[in-house]
Nanobody, 123 residues
């Protein structure tokens, strides 16, 4: 499985960005795709995850109400719509895939990772 993320950039506080992550390769019918982020000097942090079949979504506390994860089955792409961005959202964002049958916020449960995309929010 390969994951290709795109859509990062620079924006002012209060602005919006949308990240995309396209999956290629064969996967079981049930899996989760998630987003994590890592700021300089900090641990990689869970942002959101979505169950591919069914679309159930889960969010980290710091992004609830501002970020929305969604997927397009036909395009095998997952999106992260980020609104009301804050300077503390600045990080490298990674998409990842988990074959577990339940949602996880633990990066160790995600076996496939895309290259990160930088998001910078200025005040």
């Amino acid at each position: 499985v390969q994951l290709q993320a795109s859509g990062g950039g620079s924006v002012q506080a209060g602005g919006s960005l949308r990240l995309s992550c396209t999956k290629s390769g064969v996967t079981p019918s049930s899996f989760y795709m998630g987003w994590f982020r890592q700021a300089p000097g900090k641990e990689r942090e869970f942002v959101a995850t979505i169950k591919w079949s069914g679309g159930n979504t889960y969010y980290g506390d710091s992004v609830k109400g501002r970020f929305t994860i969604s997927r397009d089955n036909a395009k095998t792409t997952v999106y992260l719509q980020m609104n009301s961005l804050k300077p503390e959202d600045t990080a490298v964002y990674y998409c990842a895939l988990s074959l577990l049958g339940y949602p996880s916020m633990d990066k160790a449960d995600y076996g496939s990772w895309g290259k990160g995309t930088q998001v910078t929010v200025s005040s």
